[in-house]
């Protein structure tokens, strides 16, 4: 019979479990549900037992000041001790950063496998997991007979636990640390206002090359096109996408947006946005860059080609209308809101 561990992680502020590690408690309690298998809860954190509130089945967890921030030899030696206590033949995480750099290693140390971007989670009688391979274009089913099996899962792909009820029984796991050669002193981030990657926002605007093309006057406005953009994002906290051929324009030596780089470009190194809506605007719409929204839920689209690729079944809603006015008009609305 199979037994599923799920590990998890505190988020920045040390007080709640992330995002991405309650989309994998659901999973974990989706799978256990359906092959009536065990399931126990683990948590990296500098204090685990407020972070357990309406978790379900036993958790076990690693505490003190050495699980605060994200570092690998800290992780690696956590996960590890965890996994080896919980004996799992399933262990589910969530595929970020901090995991994403350890988990390998801590399938290694323990003699499992490993799977990354897993989408879904199938199967009665054995597990399945779904992934997508060649930036999407290839959706695989994988199972194995190994164990232990370590599934990292995409973010976005489960609902969140809601963590209702009272705090579960916290068994605190004792790690034995290799020496430490690394301190975190301090987190250097970018204002708020200057962030343009944001995962967890509710919209994704994509700006495609007509913005630094040459515009109806026969002048291209660049500086024009940055303002209204930067002040799009500054005024409702969307995330920024770009298509591949706007970032490619820096390195051949075009006109190019100051603010924009090869993380904001949609199926870069096969990621995958998964925001409730996007909005794209100056891109043609054809295939290569459609590949990358294929999770976005509402699409729509601001074109001043009425047979853009956009409007071939790729949009739920193309504006036939010039980017730069309808942007305008956007960001005055909503400045007076």
């Known amino acids: 019979m199979e037994s599923i561990f799920v590990l998890t992680h505190a988020d920045e502020s040390g007080v709640a479990l992330t995002r991405a590690s309650l989309e994998a408690v659901t999973a974990g309690m989706e799978l256990a549900a359906r092959l009536s298998a065990t399931l126990k809860i683990g948590i990296v954190a500098a204090d685990p037992q ?81 992934r997508w391979f060649y930036r999407q274009r290839i959706e695989a089913v994988v199972t194995r007979t190994a164990r232990p099996w370590f599934l990292l899962l995409d973010a976005g792909t489960h609902m969140a636990c809601a963590g209702e009820g009272a705090n579960a029984t916290v068994e605190i796991v004792p790690v034995n640390l290799p020496s430490l050669r690394t301190e975190v002193t301090g987190i250097r981030a970018p204002r708020q206002d200057e962030q343009t ?76 946005p998964r925001h409730p809506k996007g909005l794209s605007t100056c891109c043609h719409g054809e295939e290569p860059h459609v590949v990358g929204w294929r999770f976005i839920g509402e699409r729509r689209a601001i074109s001043l080609d009425p047979n853009c690729g956009w409007t071939r079944g790729k949009a739920d809603v193309v504006y036939i209308a010039d980017a730069f006015q309808v942007m305008a008009k956007v960001n005055e609305r909503l400045a007076k809101s």
């Open 50 to 130: 407020p972070l357990s509130k309406g978790l379900p089945g036993a958790v076990l967890a690693v505490a003190g000041p050495a699980f605060a921030q994200p570092r690998f030899a800290s992780d690696a030696a956590a996960c590890e001790a965890l996994c080896r206590a919980a004996e799992a033949s399933i262990v589910l995480a969530p595929g970020s950063s901090r995991f994403a750099r350890v988990m390998a290693a801590v399938a290694h140390r323990v003699g499992g496998v490993i799977d990354t971007h897993i989408t879904a989670l199938g199967g009665e009688a054995a597990v399945e997991a779904t």
């Open 197 to 272: 990657i944001r995962p967890d926002a509710k919209l994704l605007f994509v700006a495609g090359a007509g913005w630094t093309k040459k515009q109806p006057d026969g002048q291209m406005h660049t500086d024009e096109a940055g303002k209204l953009i930067h002040g799009f994002l500054r005024l409702s906290g969307a995330s920024l996408g770009s298509s591949k051929s706007l970032v490619d324009q820096g390195g051949e030596g075009h006109s190019v947006l100051p603010f924009l780089t090869h993380l904001n470009q949609i199926g870069q190194t096969g990621s995958t």
